[in-house]
């Protein structure tokens, strides 16, 4: 059973040597050329295929191989979707700071250290950092539905605390 498994791996290795360069185009093309995260997705890919291993047949023809592997990119390429859709990645900032600057980060840190009390700051700096909701409900023994909606009240929170007006995107 256990050299079974090893066989397999090693079947898996093959197959993303095989695909690599495909595998790696069809990512730049559903990210929009977003090389920076293509890499990260190729290696969950990887990953993903030797947790799924069990799913690949050794008998299966090329054809399906390479299906199944594709199958398992589209499920990584639609958790990063998910991830990218709930992140939060602008808080509207006073006309007065210049955004070219190198400290935004900090900056935009320091003003929620200072409006939020620390749970709803590592809430935050939780999200900012890419984790989804289901997990940072896990580490404050919550549901998921709860820390969205303490996030949202965050926000509100920091944008009520420093007078922040909400500038039209046209």
């Known amino acids: 059973m256990f050299k079974l498994r090893e066989q397999k791996i090693d079947e898996i290795y093959a197959l993303l040597l095989k695909y690599r360069i495909p595998l790696t185009d069809y990512c730049i093309r559903k990210t929009h050329g977003n090389y920076s995260y293509v890499e990260d997705l190729i290696q969950d890919i990887m990953l993903s295929a030797c947790v799924r291993r069990d799913e690949l047949h050794s008998n ?3 054809f399906w191989k390479r299906r199944w592997l594709f199958s398992v990119a ?20 006073p006309r007065h700071i210049d955004t070219a600057e190198e400290n935004v980060s900090s900056l935009l840190t320091d003003m929620a250290r200072e409006a939020l009390n620390d749970t709803e700051f590592d809430i935050l700096k939780m999200r900012l950092d890419g984790y989804s909701y289901k997990e940072i409900a896990f580490k404050h023994n919550s549901t998921d539905s709860a820390m969205r909606k303490k996030l949202q009240r965050s926000i509100e929170k920091i944008i009520k605390y420093h007078n922040i007006t909400p500038q039209n995107k046209t």
Do not use: C, N, P
């Not at 958790?79 to 509207?92: A, E, F, G, M």
């Open 74 to 93: 589209r499920t990584e390429l639609f958790k990063y979707h998910q991830r990218k859709k709930h992140r939060i990645t602008t808080v509207l900032l």
């Open 60 to 62: 299966a023809s090329e």
